[in-house]
């Protein structure tokens, strides 16, 4: 499984900004989408995930403001964040959570910043 991640920027607080993830190799396998992110000095955190049945899951300070889909035909998983604030500035990880022959697999894309300033 391969992640592309895409979207991030500079914006401004209460602004908006989708993020991408396109995903090739073997997505049959996966179970999970998801985004996490890392902010400069901090452990990387969980974002939001989404599976295979479309159940969805936030973290707490993202609630109400992000919203995590996915779209199927394109192999696409998306990440629409609105109501911005400065300190969800990271770096923005995709992440795909993967079952092969048993065995569990966890793949992450490269990443992409993410600035929101005040």
């Known amino acids: 499984v391969q992640l592309q991640a895409s979207g991030g920027g500079m914006v401004q607080a209460g602004g908006s900004l989708r993020l991408s993830c396109a995903c090739s190799g073997r997505i049959s396998s996966i179970s999970v989408m998801g985004w996490y992110r890392q902010a400069p000095g901090k452990e990387r955190e969980l974002v939001a995930t989404i599976t295979n049945v479309d159940s969805t899951n936030y973290a707490d300070s993202v609630k109400g403001r992000f919203t995590i889909s996915r779209e199927n035909a394109k192999n696409m998983v998306y990440l629409q964040m609105n109501s911005l604030k400065p300190e969800d500035t990271a770096v923005y990880y995709c992440?795909?959570?993967?079952?092969?022959?048993?065995?569990?697999?966890?793949?992450w894309g490269q990443g992409t910043l993410v600035t929101v300033s005040s």
């Open positions: 992440n795909a959570r993967a079952v092969i022959l048993m065995r569990p697999y966890n793949y």
